[in-house]
């Protein structure tokens, strides 16, 4: 690799040459060829709903994640994403799950202007039953 003064030549690094984006109208998905072709296919397309659910701070985090996994399963949530407001843990609490798969860490201190609250996007197919994932979501904070 070549360097200079200490830094590596740009042209090195970008110097690739394949241009894709300048080719990118005959890069066609197998439904736009589909379509070209004139073939018979299914449209088959999932409608999604989301909606935010706010409550008040996780009394026992991990027993939170673990009763997430009920709550997802039994409603078929697709995804689940946000920040739970911790008691008595000055940072917030990243939930990120997909399917029954979760995963929390804490990412930053609350900031001074931000409301403490534990706020989760739910994301589902089409018609699932807001009011009823609502309250076992609220009931899992203890």
Do not use: C
Request: proline share 4%; no cysteine.
């Amino acid at each position: 690799i070549e360097a200079r003064q200490g830094e590596v030549a740009p042209e090195v690094l970008l110097g690739l040459g394949v241009g894709t984006e300048d080719d990118i109208g005959n890069r066609k998905s197998h439904h736009e060829r589909e379509h070209e072709a004139g073939e018979d296919h299914d449209h088959n397309h999932d409608e999604f709903e989301s909606f935010v659910v706010s409550f008040g701070p996780v009394n026992d985090p991990a027993a939170f994640a673990e009763g997430l996994k009920s709550v997802i399963v039994s409603h078929d949530i697709l995804r689940l994403k946000g920040f739970a407001d911790v008691a008595g843990k000055p940072m917030r609490m990243v939930v990120q799950a997909v399917g029954s798969r979760i995963d929390t860490h804490f990412d930053r201190p609350w900031s001074k202007a931000e409301t403490r609250e534990t706020r989760l996007v739910v994301i589902g197919l089409h018609d699932i039953d807001q009011a009823a994932i609502s309250a076992e979501l609220t009931a899992l904070a203890g």
